[in-house]
């Protein structure tokens, strides 16, 4: 390290490989304590939730504070459910990736609740637009598993017709928007749709996702800026998972104040809540809803989770950041507190839990056999080439017919060439 | 039928889509209250209301991008971009995401949105305010883009653009919404009224995206074209008194290959213009259609006239602007070839 000291501030992040993890910079508040204000509230009676934390499990595993949802046990089993299909997922398809049956793939572990609890307090009306570690949306809307192989596949059955990297889904019917390769994108179109609603005098609501380093880019500005002026019926998520790739999440937030606090800097609340609390993340996801389906308009919520997995299949996490560093994370894993409430309830036991597990892994199982008989990127049934020039337009140009034409040309002509070569 | 100029016929597109269809909707900066800065949208606010002609802040991303998500929500929206030099902060939300969603969603979303913007000097406007852009987007796969050059065009070609099922950036050239120019600015300025396309039915029509115009039929040399420079191209070969078929292309993508090479193949020579800078402007992509269609027809090398590789400068807009003596030097030097 350079000891070269000037006025220009370089961001550091609180440990690097081989440094003892610190966490320390984050600012914890204990379950219970941060004050719910009524969804209806002015924004002054808000601006302490930017700068705190919202929490409800406790350390004893118990519900506490006013924003104590009130689930009922089979509304907390369900969100175990599809976070431990989301977890067991994931593994699954990162390992598909190592063995090399796709190119690519993004993990959420450890991210779970953020977008199962979410996804849970909102309406199936309402229309969201992920970001690419979201997955846990698609287990909540019911998105089959085999479709969403398929797409991560770009198999003969993929959704996007073999033309996304993996994990890029959608869907019109289950009202997800299609994830973007490109950060921040989709923030202010989930304000745009949530304009329309306004301008049509419907009750759905909008709700989007992206990263703490995206927030850097302008399209989280446009998104809050917009939202504000038309009070948007949207609900705004940062996931601050503290890392983007290599980069410390300070080199988006440039502290001191956290990403939640932006909110109040445009007019609309900021909430920071714990992301890995699933009972804090689902009270807060309601009362910003409730507070857009009134006309309150736009809510910030930031979510303070971490990022166990690596980026995606193509990252290796080791090289930036101490390789224990997870181990001391102080908010603990969304999971495994859910499942421990469950069981403070004595609504849980270790061995349903075992079950479920074995549940979600045979449900993983048998639709990946069935999503590799529709084939790979390699192997069995592929897609035809030729669709590659559908959907640029609803109808195909001239130029792009005589496209088609050409590549079909070009594949006679190699089919020929083989042919002849085998006999 | 009434004369229009063109920001009248424009106005008339939207009055006529808004009147038919409530999903259409406008936004922009200064659209609503105030008309637009060049007033195509005067008067809509206070006969659509404030939820469907929308003041926008100053952020074409932001646009672009809430545009894109009110037409995946079922609304056609008109977003307009003040200049065209302005929209390359929403030139990302342009090219990854609304030329993308119909492709990369297997057709299941589509995002029907129309990007108005005026284009092209000759007003005085400087480097900052008289760009013509469209092959920055004409390179892109997914969105169809139109350049009209008169008033009927203008609202028939606005119409098909509201209606259409993809996205379209809509360029209007700003030295044509009051008049025709024929590219010599010392000359008192012309109305639309003296001139046929100024005649524009107060209904609903359209003009096919996609389809070129021949505007005026000729043998002796094809003059490829399109937005102001059509009526330069015009008055260029009318003054050396040269029977040239003078082709209006009306829309870059998807462009009317047929019409180009048919009128190639009768002429066998031929001179493509454009307002635009010249290295990688559109011209090289018509130049180089017709040396794979006609080359066999050609008596002599194309002539290419733009603008030049340089911004727009304020101060020498007309050493700029490829006006009748850089055509006529082309037509010319086509015609002379041996």
């Known amino acids: 390290m350079s000891a070269i000291r000037t006025r220009l501030h370089v961001p550091q992040a609180p440990a690097r490989p081989g440094d003892k993890p610190d966490f320390s910079y984050l600012n914890l508040a204990p379950a219970g304590s941060a004050e719910r204000p009524d969804p209806n509230a002015p924004l002054a ?74 996804g849970m307090a909102l309406r199936p009306t309402d229309m969201l637009f992920p970001a690419y570690r979201n997955q846990g949306l698609q287990m909540v809307r019911g ?67 992206l990263g703490d380093g995206s927030t850097a880019e302008a399209d989280f500005h446009y998104a809050l800026l917009f939202a504000q002026v038309y009070r948007a019926p949207v609900i705004l998520n940062v996931v601050n998972n503290q890392w983007a790739i290599s980069t410390f999440q300070a080199f988006a937030g440039g502290g001191p104040k956290s990403f939640a606090a932006r909110g109040p800097g445009y007019g609309m609340p900021g909430i920071r809540v714990d992301g890995n609390d699933f009972l804090a993340v689902y009270a807060v996801t309601q009362w910003a809803a409730e507070r857009a389906r009134m006309g309150g308009g736009p809510t910030l919520i930031e979510h303070v989770t971490y990022r166990v997995a690596p980026h995606s299949t193509s990252d290796d996490p080791s090289r930036y950041r101490p390789k224990d560093e997870y181990e001391s994370w102080p908010l603990g894993d969304p999971i495994e507190r859910l499942k421990s409430h469950l069981i403070a309830l004595g609504e849980w036991s270790e061995e349903r839990e075992a079950t479920l597990v074995k549940q979600c892994e045979e449900q993983v199982s048998t639709a990946w056999r069935e999503a590799m008989t529709y084939g790979t990127l390699t192997d069995g049934p592929q897609l035809d080439p030729d669709t590659m020039f559908d959907d640029i337009f609803k109808d195909l140009t001239p130029r792009l017919a005589k496209q088609k034409q050409q590549l079909a040309a070009e594949r006679a002509q190699q089919k020929n060439k083989a042919e002849k070569k085998d006999k | 039928m009434t004369q229009m100029n063109m920001i009248q016929a424009l106005n008339s597109a939207m009055d006529v889509m808004m009147g038919r269809d409530a999903s259409v909707v406008t936004m922009g900066e ?111 796969c997914g969105i169809k883009v139109v350049m009209p050059s008169n008033p009927y065009d203008a609202k028939g070609l606005l119409i098909s653009s ?132 006609c080359f066999w027809h050609l008596e002599a090398p194309i002539q290419r006239v733009a603008g030049w590789d340089t911004p727009y400068p304020h101060a020498f807009e007309w050493e700029y602007f490829p006006g009748q003596a850089r055509v006529a030097a082309a037509l010319k030097a086509t015609m002379e070839a041996k």
């Open chain 2, 162 to 293: 509201i209606e259409d099922d993809d996205p379209v950036v809509f360029f209007e050239p700003k030295r044509l919404y009051n008049g025709p120019f024929d590219g010599d600015p010392n000359k008192p300025a012309v109305a639309w009224s003296s001139h046929p396309k100024g005649d524009v039915p107060d209904g609903h029509y359209r003009v096919t995206i996609g389809s070129a115009e021949i505007v005026r039929p000729g043998k002796q040399v094809t003059v490829i074209t399109y937005g102001t420079m059509v009526h330069v191209c015009i008055a260029a070969a009318e003054s050396l008194g040269i029977d040239a078929e003078v082709i209006d292309i009306r829309t870059i993508v998807p462009l009317d290959e047929e019409t180009i090479v048919r009128s190639v193949k009768k002429t066998g020579r031929c001179v493509v213009a454009h307002e635009a800078t010249r290295f990688a402007g559109f011209g090289a992509e018509i130049l180089a259609t017709i040396q794979e269609e």
């Open chain 1, 45 to 118: 009676q808000t601006e302490a939730l930017a700068n705190g934390l919202v929490r409800v499990l406790g350390d004893d595993h118990r519900a506490i504070g006013p924003w104590d949802p009130h689930l009922a046990p089979s509304d907390l089993e369900l969100g175990l459910r599809h976070m431990m299909l989301t977890r067991v997922f994931d593994d699954r398809m990162h390992r598909a990736q190592r063995q090399g049956r796709t190119t690519f793939y993004i993990k959420s572990t450890g991210e779970e609740a953020v977008s199962v609890a979410a």
């Open chain 1, 143 to 209: 998105q089959k598993l085999v479709d969403l192989m398929c797409q991560i596949l770009s198999n003969s059955r993929d959704m996007c017709k073999g033309r996304q990297l993996p994990v890029m889904y959608h869907s019109k019917e289950a009202r997800l928007f299609s994830i973007s390769g490109n950060l921040a994108t989709q923030f202010p179109q989930a304000v745009g749709w949530a304009m329309a609603a306004a301008i049509k005098n419907e009750d759905d609501i909008a709700a989007t996702w």
């Open chain 2, 30 to 140: 200064d659209v609503g209250y105030f008309g637009g800065v060049f007033r195509v949208t005067d008067g809509l606010q206070r006969k659509y209301g404030q939820h469907r002609v929308l003041d926008s802040p100053i952020a074409e991303g932001g646009i672009v991008a809430t545009a894109i998500g009110m037409s995946v929500n079922g609304l056609r929206p008109v977003a307009e971009i003040q200049f065209a030099d302005y929209i390359y902060p929403a030139y990302d939300q342009i090219v990854s995401e609304l030329a993308r969603i119909r492709y990369r969603t297997g057709g299941e979303f589509n995002a029907p949105v129309t990007i108005r913007t005026p284009c092209g000097g000759g007003i005085r406007g400087g480097q900052t305010h008289s760009q013509s852009p469209e092959a920055l987007f004409a390179h892109v």
